[in-house]
């Protein structure tokens, strides 16, 4: 028989009686630890009766205050530190409470054994009561790499064509159905069909039965069989909820389900000391603000005839942004509905940011219809107002970011002091390529650097191997990506084989292909490799580069690979696969972008003291910086499309959350940007600024104007746009082509008595204009840029594919017709002859230029100077735009 009290709990002393002695003599302790608590926090430290919900705002000292809390019930006597359960996300969260517990209160915190996260004390608890769960308490706890392993033998048992119904997809969805708190049987049949045809939830039933055989349990049953547990056996649910006098939880907007019901279990009994009976699997439809979400029902019954615990859940609903992986938000909506009489404290003096950032995150988060309501007020200086800024593309947003960096560098500020929150990995690879350009140091956080990454690591085997057969390493890496049935033994072989004969790998491979070494399937599958190498080699010298990159990797299958795959990463895969065949443009050849990649990558990644801190928005949460870069505010970027599409008006406030998180890491100076064109899967289309833009209030937000280039300018938040053109003025010459002269005549620029543009073109057929833009391909010594009757460009490589028309020229903004532009360039060539006087400059004089920075006048012709920037290389300019240093 199975003893169900195998680990007895010691019988608790009473709390100090109030008013007595013991409690007096506490009450005259003079307690440090609460000095310089805001009166809120205060009132939430010593709020220690009955359920009590902390809605603590970005900034405002919410772990402080649960901190304080824990060495306030210590202090006090309240309860010892084995009858705390304080409960986090992460590891690191859960030793930073105990660090920070103990320099207040001494080593009792050392007695806390229920302090850590949600798995780490269900685990606790499981091993306890293993047997009645049907495990021994040794289990053992697969990590994913084991999970999916099994999961493959249990499809390969049913017949289930893994190519189709990866053993992934099904770990994605049972780990789904496990944040939901729901065994196989509570698994409705229409969910069950998602995988297989319908066996998938046969196949999760058949998954736990095999965990059991092999003493086994994974992350998800930590809770989940911990929830079994209470629920089939109430006595044990008594002991823990009579061992827990005090129940805090850190981060609650970002529980699921299954952490809900663990929770709610353990901070609820009946007054008769028995576990409240439940219901589960049924749902019930989310409350106002969830459209599209459903819990369990046991989540709406009534509390009456309940006992409410001590629990105290601090967290922000204007924080939960990981709706993605199982978040329910509705659980802090729900607070005062689960727990009835529940305390509402609200933290919303920030600490952290200026009065115009708060105010701007505040009015955008105010649009949020499901939310509980706070305004943060800032106890900081007013600060800057946030800059909102448009550009012409992608790589201009980067210049502008990377150009503002050396700027505020120059003006002392850390670099470490500096992020960029991007919503989607692919838009990191354009800032870290400018960085790269301009040495300037930069970390990557909560992943790796964009040439990193396992998926363009694959797709650069590929590439590099196309360019040189002899590369081992390349295809020791791709052989058997996707899978082939090429496996070590076959590797194994072709290295025998090509140390014998001292040929490289592929070599090796063409021979082995030709004789009977290998079986049937692997000896096809050789040859096939061998044959697409060969063609795509042939291919080289007749295609463009970018178009020979594309058909890599849809032929290889890598492509198809990801597009099968169905975990929750795969979408960004592919997004920064189609990136980098979109970085290719910007270089002549295959060889020449390879070996570009080759000098990023060997860039050193030593520990830097200072570096620009690059990461998605997700993971800056609880991260804070001086200045805070927040690029690529578009409609189907932020918000994204895919979270608009899923889950339509729930995903579109969990973006705006996001937007708001972001805001709120900003300290000092917040800038937010957008681009006019940017690259969506391949092709260019013309982005419309984020929504979340004009929720922006216009008091606390600087919209600034472009300073040239192809940016054109913003009105109110960038709905019109300049063309890209705007700024290249007639230089005492004129374009020579018919449309362009079209063009310049509507808009009123274009005089026939001007003398003509020059058009100049380098060997390999580049032109850029004098902010550096995107290559306008002319291979056959013409522009590719054409230029119809309306003014409008079509289609280059410097600008929007598919005649995408480009925005309107704007009208001139000089007396005299022609607007006031910069000079052309190409390549660094001036293409204007030289006007005017004589300069003032003289060779080796120190000059300061806004764009390039400093240099030093290496040649004077006329008036144009051509200087050796410090960091931009030599470039030739008007000596009006410099000035000496």
């Not at 409470?97 to 009792?108: A, L, Q, W, Y």
């Not at 729900?334 to 115009?356: K, M």
């Not at 697409?532 to 299958?557: C, K, M, N």
């Not at 032109?767 to 290559?775: E, H, P, S, V």
């Amino acid at each position: 028989m199975v003893d169900l009290f195998k680990h007895p709990v010691a019988p608790a002393p009473p709390p100090p009686t109030p008013g007595g002695i013991a409690a007096r003599a506490r009450g005259a302790h003079r307690a440090p630890y609460l000095d310089g608590l805001n009166p809120e926090q205060r009132l939430a430290v010593e709020t220690l009766d009955g359920p009590v919900l902390v809605l603590a705002g970005a900034g405002t000292g919410k772990t402080r205050v649960l901190t304080t809390r824990i060495a306030h019930i210590l202090s006090l006597g309240r309860a010892r530190a084995g009858e705390i359960l304080a409960v986090t996300f992460t590891n690191k969260a859960a030793r930073e409470m105990k660090t920070r517990i103990g320099s207040m209160v001494g080593e009792v915190v050392e007695g806390m054994p229920w302090l850590g996260t949600f798995h780490s004390i269900g685990a606790k608890i499981l091993r306890r009561h293993a047997e009645l769960v049907g495990l021994k308490p040794a289990f053992t706890i697969l990590d994913t790499d084991d999970q999916i392993r099994l999961l493959k033998q249990l499809i390969a048992a049913e017949n289930i064509d893994e190519k189709r119904w990866p053993a992934r997809l099904l770990a994605n969805q049972i780990d789904h159905w496990k944040n939901r708190g729901l065994t196989p049987d509570q698994v409705s049949a229409g969910e069950g069909a998602a995988f297989a045809n319908g066996r998938g939830r046969d196949l999760y039933a058949a998954y736990q039965e095999r965990l059991k055989t092999l003493n086994a349990a994974d992350f998800g049953d930590l809770l989940l069989e911990t929830i079994r547990l209470f629920r089939e056996h109430p006595e044990v649910l008594r002991q823990y909820q009579t061992r827990f006098r005090y129940i805090l939880v850190d981060e609650y907007q970002d529980t699921n389900v299954a952490q809900y019901l663990w929770l709610r279990l353990l901070a609820q009994r009946s007054s008769h000391g028995t576990a409240p009976a439940v219901a589960p699997g049924t749902d019930r439809p989310s409350p106002p603000g969830g459209e599209g979400r459903t819990v369990p029902a046991e989540r709406s019954r009534t509390t009456s005839g309940l006992e409410q615990k001590n629990i105290c859940c601090v967290g922000d609903d204007d924080q939960s942004i990981y709706g993605w992986r199982g978040a329910e938000v509705d659980n802090i909506l729900r607070f005062d509905h689960d727990f009835p009489g529940a305390t509402v404290i609200r933290l919303e003096r920030n600490y952290r940011s200026t009065a115009h950032i708060l105010g701007a995150a505040s009015h955008l988060i105010a649009h949020n219809e499901g939310r509980l309501g706070k305004t943060l007020r800032s106890e900081g200086a007013e600060g800057d107002k946030v800059v909102v800024s448009s550009a012409w593309d992608s790589e201009e947003e980067a210049r502008a970011v990377g150009e503002e960096i050396e700027q505020l560098q120059r003006r002392g500020q850390r670099l470490d002091e500096v992020a960029i929150l991007v919503r989607a990995s692919f838009q990191m690879r354009e800032f870290e390529d400018r960085f790269v350009t301009l040495g300037l140091p930069y970390r990557v956080i909560g992943g790796p650097r964009f040439y990193e990454r396992a998926e363009i690591r694959d797709a650069m085997a590929y590439l590099r191997l196309v360019a040189q057969p002899a590369d081992d390493l390349a295809f020791e890496r791709i052989v058997n990506v996707p899978k082939r049935g090429l496996g070590d033994a076959t590797l194994q072989a072709l290295h025998d084989l090509a140390r014998a004969r001292g040929v490289p790998l592929s070599e090796a491979a063409r021979l082995m292909a030709a004789t009977d070494a290998l079986k049937p399937k692997p000896r096809a599958a050789l040859r096939d490799v061998v044959a697409a190498f060969d063609r795509w080699r042939a291919q080289r010298d007749t295609l463009p580069h970018t178009e020979l990159a594309e058909i890599v990797l849809d032929e290889s299958g890598y492509t198809e690979m990801w597009q099968k795959d169905r975990s929750a990463d795969a979408a960004g895969r592919l997004e920064n696969l189609k990136e980098l065949v979109r970085s290719m443009e910007e270089f002549e050849n295959l060889q020449g972008f390879l070996e570009h990649v080759a000098l990023v990558m060997d860039t050193d990644r030593g520990e830097e003291t200072e570096a620009v801190s690059i990461m998605t928005l997700h993971a800056a949460k609880g991260l804070e910086f001086d200045t805070v870069f927040l690029p690529g505010w578009e409609e189907g970027l932020l918000p994204h499309q895919r979270s608009l599409d899923e889950n339509g008006r729930a995903g579109l406030e969990e973006e705006r959350r996001l937007a708001h998180v972001g805001l709120t890491r900003a300290r000092k100076l917040a800038r937010i940007s957008f681009v006019s064109n940017r690259r969506i899967h391949g092709s260019w289309t013309s982005s419309l600024p984020s929504r979340f833009l004009d929720e922006l209030p216009e008091e606390h937000v600087h919209v600034e104007e472009a300073k040239g280039g192809f940016g054109g300018g913003l009105s109110g938040y960038g709905h019109a746009y300049g063309g890209r053109f705007d700024t290249t003025a007639a230089f005492g010459s004129g374009y020579g082509t018919p449309g362009w002269r079209r063009g310049q005549r509507r808009r009123g620029g274009f005089d026939e008595d001007q003398s003509e543009y020059t058009q100049e073109w380098e060997p390999e057929g580049r032109m850029r204009d004098a902010a550096g833009g995107a290559d306008r391909r002319a291979g056959d010594g013409r522009d590719r840029t054409s230029w119809g009757s309306s003014g409008r460009a079509d289609a280059g490589a410097g600008g929007p594919r598919g005649g995408t028309p480009l925005a309107p020229l704007a009208a001139p903004s000089s007396p005299g017709g022609a607007a006031r532009r910069g000079p052309l360039t190409i390549e660094g060539e001036l293409v204007a002859r030289s006007t005017g006087d004589p300069s003032a400059f003289a060779v080796g004089d120190r000059i300061f230029h806004q764009k390039f920075g400093y240099g030093r006048i290496r040649v004077v012709d006329g008036n144009k100077l051509t200087i050796q920037f410090d960091k931009a290389g030599e470039k030739k300019v008007v000596d009006s735009f410099v000035k000496k240093a």
